[in-house]
């Protein structure tokens, strides 16, 4: 029987398993999909890494400042300069000032895989019932397994958590998780026979563009560096196609656009991929979410604080302080 049950392997999931192992509890992480990191996703195409996920890093407040240090120790990741502009024109893009934030060469997974190190990690473990019994736990994967815990901490998505979490929460609670909401975004991921692109900047946030949030000079990350673009479309932009069955028509209209934008060729491949929960939009306010049930059951993730990875690792942090002195 585990101690604590740690769904979610991303920042939020990571951070409180680390946190109950340092503890002395038995823990079990488990996660639906093959890889580790959630949101901090890097996809390998033709042997080229891409991060379609979250693009880069930054400092962002205490846990991100003490994780950057170990990261540049540790070579994980290197310096990355962002800008930022309202504009549309590439010849204004030409003169723009950079901020420094971080990319990390071998993709934005490797900061979860440094994180997660010590820590096994059950993949293609999708939750999908949570059932009390007497003194513990029991969850129900969709892959037919059981698992048996004494607290569950749920580090997903709050809208992926509603599901799991209705039949234990006041209809008042169960509100306000559903009052959280998520900016959505398509990422396009495209490589080039050749692509000569020479910016000041390696990312480029844009505010005003009619579908285009951010242009990320992702192949410059890798050594040798790639051939590769890796571009994110804004929220409105998105949600227009949230619920279409075919992206690749979507695909074929960005490429069109970027081509036009940046003078590029026709891209050698593609692939598209949509996040239904990118960013969190209106969050929980609260650092976590404790449910005075008889069993320990505690929701976290960057919905709860916003502010993205910062957000994400205070979360975790903060549901596993509920088993300080347990
Ligand atoms: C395209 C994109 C751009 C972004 N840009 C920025 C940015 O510029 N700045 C910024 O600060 N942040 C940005 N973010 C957000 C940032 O990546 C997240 O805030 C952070 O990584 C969230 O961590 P988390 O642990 O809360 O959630 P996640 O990383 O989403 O982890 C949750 C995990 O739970 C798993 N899961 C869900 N349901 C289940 C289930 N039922 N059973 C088992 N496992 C389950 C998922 O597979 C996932 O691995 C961006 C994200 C995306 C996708």
Known sequence: MLDVAVIGVGLAGISAAVECQKKGLKIGLFDKSRGVGGRLATRRVNDIRLDHGLPSWNIQGPHTQALTEKLLAEQIISPWKVAHSDSNSVDAWQTLETENFYAAPNGMTAI???????????????????????????????????????????????????????????????????SVTYEPAISLMLGFEELNLNFPWQELCLSDHPSFKKIILDGKKRSPQAQTLVLQTNATFTEKYLDADNLQPIAQTLIREIRQLLNLSQPSWHQIHRWRYALPDKTFSESHLYLPLELPLILCGDWCLGNGAEGAIASGLAAATYFDGR
Do not use: C, M
């Not at 895989?113 to 999708?126: G, M, P, Q, V």
């Not at 048996?148 to 006041?170: C, D, G, M, R, Y």
């Open 112 to 178: 979860a895989k440094y994180l997660a190190r010590d820590l096994t990690i059950n993949r293609s473990f999708h939750l999908d019932k949570i059932i009390p019994a007497e003194n513990h736990w029991q969850l129900h994967f969709k892959n037919n397994e059981t698992v048996e815990a004494k607290a569950i901490i749920l580090a997903i998505p709050a809208s992926q958590a509603v599901p799991l979490v209705e039949n234990f929460v006041t209809r008042e609670l169960g509100d306000r998780l559903q």
